[in-house]
């Protein structure tokens, strides 16, 4: 979900061939837009944020809304003492007639800096509300004046009592960077528990070239973005196994872009940014037709 802040965004994912229905079912979104938008505007500007709708098409199911998947995301921020920022917010099911399972998760992210801003300290938790046995972490920490930055992703028993005592680490990694003659260059070793799993992403930027490399015992995946001039850039990217992906971004302007992902013998997808408006399209390259391909529109709605 988009999580900016006083934006409502329709996410619809659609098959090409039912674009007439699309047009028709807008019509109908748009009231349900229009009902969320009159619920809020009484409220004191500093109160909260607006809530955010995000309606999905499933399977181009157009006939009712059985195919629609409806949530509400609201969140919101404000500074405790001892310059503490919170962030809070909840996720809701705009389609159940059940109460109980109305709320989907719920979130909160405490960050505070220290000494003069060199150290900087966040965590967040989140609850599936329909399974609330658990908590899950995020554990963000940074050394800004040694440019090192820590994360570390876990769970821990929902109990207040047994919080503290069963917390489970499930992926840890850090990134240092470092500079060299005007050049950035990052290592980022991760390692993931639950798979034991262990890789390690090295990054050198050096002006228009960014060359990204992505290593483990099994695995080896090399990208080498090139920007060619103020409006263009391609990425090539070789895995081991000798596969090739090859993505061309093209700027169109202010808050505008293409991005076209050539996965040979695999698929071509698009991403198109016009301002409020992304669209994602998919084209299969296994099939003989394009019955596959799909197309995911989404639309940010302020008000």
């Known amino acids: ?59 181009g199911n157009f006939t009712d809304f059985d195919g629609l998947e409806p949530t509400i995301t609201w969140e919101n921020s404000q500074q405790l003492p001892q310059e503490v920022d919170l962030r809070y917010g909840i996720d809701l099911s705009a389609k159940t007639t059940n109460l109980a399972s109305l709320p989907r998760r719920i979130w909160g992210r405490a960050s505070r800096k220290f000494a003069a801003d060199r150290f900087s300290l966040s965590t967040r938790l989140d609850m599936d509300v329909q399974r609330m046995d658990r908590v899950a972490f995020q554990i963000d920490a940074a050394d800004n004046d040694n440019d090192l930055k820590l994360t570390m992703f876990g769970s821990a028993a929902a109990s207040l009592k047994r919080f503290a005592t069963s917390p489970r680490v499930s992926h840890i990694e850090f990134t240092k960077g470092f500079d060299n003659d005007g050049n950035r260059i990052t290592v980022n070793p991760r390692y993931n528990v639950d798979y034991d799993h262990m890789d390690v992403v090295m990054t050198y930027d050096a002006d228009d070239t960014l060359i990204s490399v992505t290593a483990s015992k099994d695995d080896q995946v090399v990208t080498i973005s090139q920007q060619l001039n103020d409006e263009n850039m391609i990425s090539p990217t070789i895995s081991r196994d000798g596969s090739l992906t090859l993505a061309w971004d093209r700027k169109l302007g202010d808050h505008n872009s293409v991005r076209t992902t050539l996965n040979p013998n695999r698929s071509v997808e698009v991403e198109w940014k016009d301002e409020a408006w992304t669209a994602n399209v998919n084209f299969p390259m296994e099939e003989d037709s394009m019955k596959g391909a799909t197309v995911h529109i989404k639309r940010d709605v302020r008000f």
């Not at 900016?4 to 229905?21: C, F, P, Q, W, Y």
């Open 1 to 59: 979900a988009d999580h900016r802040e006083g934006a409502n965004t329709i996410s619809i994912s659609v098959l090409e061939r039912d674009k007439m229905k699309l047009i028709k079912l807008l019509s109908t979104v748009s009231l349900s837009i229009a009902g969320v938008s009159g619920a809020g505007a009484g409220a004191p500007a500093a109160a909260s944020t607006r809530p955010q709708l995000s309606i999905t098409i499933r399977d």
